[in-house]
């Protein structure tokens, strides 16, 4: 039987500052858009009411965070709510115990079902190339410290936020913790290499998803954002690695698609990933 599930990737544009009313009113409408498409799960782009503002240096970075509890925020997730539709929005998140890249969970109901911090935060060096800007995440995000699924839409729902799609570890915990559909919220730049940064932009996406028998919903911001040029091309990956639905490269885009949840069942069965693993000799990965 059927275990469908209409899911949508918010493909959002460039952003001059936080929670500007240009973003906070293209997220609403992005919302209203999923509802016309019976989508009943959104997912938005890493940071997404944000500018990406970790390629460069900002001392007094407090002002570019938000907190769940502003009102920005909490218009966004009663919208969501208002229109029947579970949401996954990312946010520099202000919190008591510090400032996180971090993604709220609402189920349909508009319940907050919880939160995800990105886990592994990452450091590049500048270089002197056009959109060689780098990017100093370690100055502005303390790192998260849980790998656990959300109940959403009557599956699991797994969550990992752009650097973390590349730690194949990670993904393999929230699969064999019940996650059938990842969600990867990205600001994926091509920074100075863009024939290399698009070629490979689909692989740690379509990797996870063949390693890990299930689906991942990878959604990215698009456009030009200062010396950021950002790829776009939200994909959504099936249990078997292919990609099912893929969104452009010049334009905020709403990706729809529907996914039988059955064929993660299908693909575990299939693949021999789960039944020869070997985690006795897997120690070296975690000492």
Request: charged share 25%; hydrophobic share 45%.
């Amino acid at each position: 039987m059927a275990r469908t599930l209409r899911v949508a990737a918010a493909q959002t544009g460039a952003v001059t500052e936080t929670a500007e009313p240009a973003i906070v009113e293209a997220v609403i409408g992005m919302i209203d858009a999923a509802r016309r498409q019976e989508a009943r799960l959104v997912v938005f782009p890493e940071l997404c009411l944000a500018p990406f503002f970790a390629n460069r240096l900002v001392e007094r970075f407090d002002p570019l965070f938000l907190s769940p509890s502003d009102e920005v925020v909490r218009r966004i997730l009663r919208h969501a709510a208002q229109a029947r539709i579970a949401i996954v929005l990312p946010i520099p998140e202000r919190a008591p115990d510090g400032w996180f890249n971090t993604a709220l969970v609402a189920d349909e109901d508009g319940k907050a079902v919880g939160r995800y911090r990105k886990t592994h935060i990452p450091a590049y060096f500048p270089n002197e190339r056009p959109g060689g800007t780098g990017s100093y995440e370690k100055f502005y995000f303390a790192p998260g410290n849980e790998l656990e699924p959300f109940e959403v839409c009557g599956t699991r729902l797994g969550i990992q936020i752009c650097n973390d799609r590349l730690y194949p570890e990670a993904s393999r915990v929230l699969a064999l913790k019940g996650a059938e559909l990842i969600a990867m919220p990205i600001a994926f730049s091509v920074y100075a290499d863009a024939a290399q940064r698009a070629s490979i932009w689909d692989v740690p996406p379509r990797a996870r998803a063949y390693e890990n028998g299930l689906f991942v919903l990878a959604c990215n911001r698009v456009g030009v954002e200062g010396a950021r040029h950002h790829l776009g091309r939200s994909l959504l990956a099936d249990p078997m690695g292919m990609i099912q639905a893929e969104a452009g490269t010049q334009a905020p885009e709403l990706l729809v698609a529907e996914i039988d949840l059955e064929e993660v069942t299908r693909a575990r069965a299939g693949l021999a990933w789960w039944r020869d693993r070997r985690p006795d000799l897997y120690g070296p990965i975690v000492t």
